[in-house]
DNA sequence: AAAAGATGTAAAAACGTTTTGATTTTGCGA
DNA sequence: TCGCAAAATCAAAACGTTTTTACATCTTTT
């Protein structure tokens, strides 16, 4: 059922190392043998074992990716973008989604023992001392390394300029008349943007000390709902809202019309990173656009330099990509005729 | 830096073959060899290199996942439930989205070449003729094979009840007292649900021979925008819209809106899927239910099964998965008094 | 016409495991 | 102390390739 190599010789009559010579087009052959192999070839719908080969050869030609949560829309486009791209460059993608439980590890040892040649890890956690073991793991393995949203040392990474963003997505509100805005994020990329935040109160002569400030465990729809309900338990007052993504400004704003409260007539919403739903969600969701798409190509664009090079991650790049606030409806209009600037 | 078997045994004072045994836990050891080889091994920082294994005993413990595109919300969470499932068993997924385009063939060798365990082929095309040639290789690897929502010999399959689950749509619709009932859908399954839509339409007297009817490429929002908007362009006029899935209806909801239709009251609107947008959507969306969960650890418990016994696709199972009809805004109340019953 | 250089092909080593016989060591009753 | 089964260990083959080395054969050159 399955042919090997060395019945192709037979088949054709000639040694083995001739046959892997027609198919890797290494050497020359002469005209009448490469007919005499291609035919056998043909006839026993001979492949040649890529496990074998990498027995030799040491590539895989597999890369290895890590995202928190396939299911979420921002990290199935991101995945499907990285997928197609390393496809393009002949690579093929193992996917694992960790779904912010402990499994990164496991994912992280199985791509290790398989040999992948390369792995693009978007951590869920912000959580140092956990990395610490597991870039150890990585750096012992020396598979090249490139990272979303995280750094450390002598590792490529992609980052969203997450301070910027907040800053502008603030600012905007400020612009408008709020006062009051509050803050709901989840763990990871949030405490940057939660950065943002304050800077931009602090800016504009508000006192970030007091902000409404909260934050989750997660980052879907349910964690924004229950994020939002905990703020509406507090008892304190807000005319805006900034969310650490969209999926969680989503489940703000169901928690709010739930309470009675209007999107943007009460509360001025804007969520984080525009993803497809976001233009589609009534109100229409002012947000801070990430480019999904130019980021997973960066990040297959470093994993093949790492890759190409293989200088033990000496030379380790860094790219900050910006992002472009989208205004929509959820930010409302000007709430007072006095602009800030 | 990676070290091998070989230097554990060197390490350890002992043969290649006691080390591997400890690994395996196949034989008996001594306590005290145990013991060495265990501390060898810790020294070392050894792990059994999966590609070599592979040589061996003929099993990657991979699975190779195959659908039509990943940033799909439906397809996304069925892709996470299957690899979340297939890593419960021990299996690690590859994943490729062939979105709508002409890779399936290339995905399918390469998974071949690489020995996956099994597939799980969710195909985008309902082509009958183009599935013959990539069975027919799939057949020839000899690997075990489970599809979604398409059958061929000796394959194991989940399917959905597309003509039931499109049945119940429109009769809900019917039951409303919509008459002019439209469809728009996309390609493969979406003719399934054509059918249950003409079914339903016979079945309570209506015209199905001039059902307004509009098939188009893809399944994707702008699909759905493209469909009615030629819909519209037609001039025939409806007041009701069966959509071949819930984004397709999303984007079909827009171009009415751009109309300046009203939904439900100018036209009242059932989906299909009910992704998690459907819900959020306002209207919040009326829409036919597939348990993407079950069906996705459904596939994953017939692919196991396939592999167990190896029993060369004699024992084919197809499981129909039953669907659920979920009524929400977008369908509207009754639009008159007479029910149909 | 012999030495030197191309050219085409074959044999064998290597990749890192598991598994199979074969061989050594141990334990224990006679 | 000897013998022998059982237990423990080892050496080598196998998995299916690629690559290196070596050996023919056939052209050139001197």
Tied chains: 1, 2.
Excluded at 4 to 28: C, F, L, M, P, Q
Excluded at 58 to 76: A, C, D, H, M, R
Excluded at 158 to 173: I, K, M, R, T
Aim: hydrophobic fraction near 40%.
């Amino acid at each position: 059922m399955k042919s090997t190599i060395k019945e192709v010789a037979k088949e054709a009559g000639v040694s083995i190392s001739t046959v892997s010579r027609v198919i890797n087009g290494r050497d020359r052959v002469s005209k009448s043998t490469l007919n005499k192999v291609q035919q056998a070839i043909e006839k026993l719908h001979f492949h040649p074992d890529h496990v074998a080969r990498t027995m030799i050869n040491k590539k895989t030609q597999t890369i290895g990716l890590i995202v928190p949560q396939l299911s979420n829309e921002f990290w199935s486009l991101m995945s499907e973008v990285i997928q197609d791209e390393l496809w393009s460059n002949g690579y093929i993608t193992l996917i694992c989604s960790t779904d912010n439980s402990d499994k990164e590890n496991a994912y992280l040892r199985m791509y290790i023992d398989r040999r992948v040649d390369g792995i693009i890890y978007c951590a869920s956690q912000e959580d140092p001392t956990g990395m610490q073991d597991q870039m150890e793991m990585l750096k012992q393995s020396g598979i090249p390394l490139v990272t979303l949203d995280k750094s450390a040392p002598g590792v490529s990474s992609v980052v969203g300029d997450h301070l910027l963003g907040s800053l502008n997505a603030v600012e905007h509100l400020i612009g408008r008349g709020y006062r009051q805005i509050a803050y709901i994020g989840g763990p990871a990329v949030s405490i940057e943007r939660e950065f943002g935040y304050r800077k931009a109160l602090m800016m504009h002569g508000l006192n970030a000390n007091e902000a409404i400030i909260h934050l989750v465990k997660g980052q879907s729809f349910a964690d924004g709902y229950g994020a939002l309900k905990a703020v509406l338990a507090s008892g304190e007052s807000f005319d805006a809202l900034f969310c650490g993504n969209d999926l969680m400004a989503f489940g703000a704003i169901k928690a709010m019309e739930e309470a009675g409260m209007s999107v943007p007539d009460d509360v001025a919403v804007v969520g984080y990173d525009d993803i497809f739903s976001a233009s589609l969600f009534k109100p229409a969701l002012t947000t801070v656009r990430q480019p999904i798409a130019d980021i997973g190509k960066e990040l297959v664009s470093l994993l093949i330099q790492s890759m190409e090079q293989d200088t033990d991650g000496r030379s380790a790049r860094k790219i900050i990509v910006p992002t472009e606030l989208i205004v929509r409806e959820s930010s409302g209009a000007l709430k007072n005729e006095m602009s800030l600037l």
